[in-house]
């Protein structure tokens, strides 16, 4: 774990007898990784948000299904609480779940900029406003 953490840690050089840290490269290799591990894990983890949002669903359509009187109704609301699910779904699948939550999937491209006009406001002001930011 922590051999991991400094492989990705600002790279050091040695400028006039001391040791300088590039900040801004090792903030470009963790957001390249952590970005990489976040699109991933997003990619992953939508299709099973969403199969969970539609087996809640439709375990309540069923509940309500259970009051019906005779077991012949019962199996006719039970099919068509199901129907919705059944028919279409692919179509219904990637414009409910992706499209509505595209901004996790976006949330690096959007973080990038600002964490690197941090970092170099932090450096600016370390600086003493000297130089340009």
Not at 16 to 26: D, F, I, K, Q, T
Not at 59 to 81: G, H, K, L, N, T
Request: hydrophobic share 45%; with cysteine.
């Amino acid at each position: 774990m922590i051999a991991g953490f400094f492989a990705f840690w600002p790279a050091q050089k040695r400028e006039g007898g001391r040791w300088v840290v590039n900040y801004r490269r090792g903030l470009k290799r963790s957001y390249v990784v952590l970005s990489a591990v976040w699109i991933a894990y997003w990619l992953a983890a939508l299709p099973l948000r969403k199969e969970r949002r539609d087996d809640e669903a439709l375990r309540a359509r069923i509940e309500v299904c259970a009051s019906e009187p005779d077991a012949a109704s019962m199996r006719r609301c039970i099919d068509e609480a199901k129907q919705p699910f059944l028919s279409d779904t692919g179509a219904r699948f990637f414009s409910d779940a992706y499209l509505s939550e595209v901004w996790l999937l976006l949330a690096p491209v959007i973080l990038y900029p600002l964490l690197l006009g941090g970092m170099g406001a932090v450096s600016w002001v370390r600086r003493g406003f000297r130089e340009g930011p």
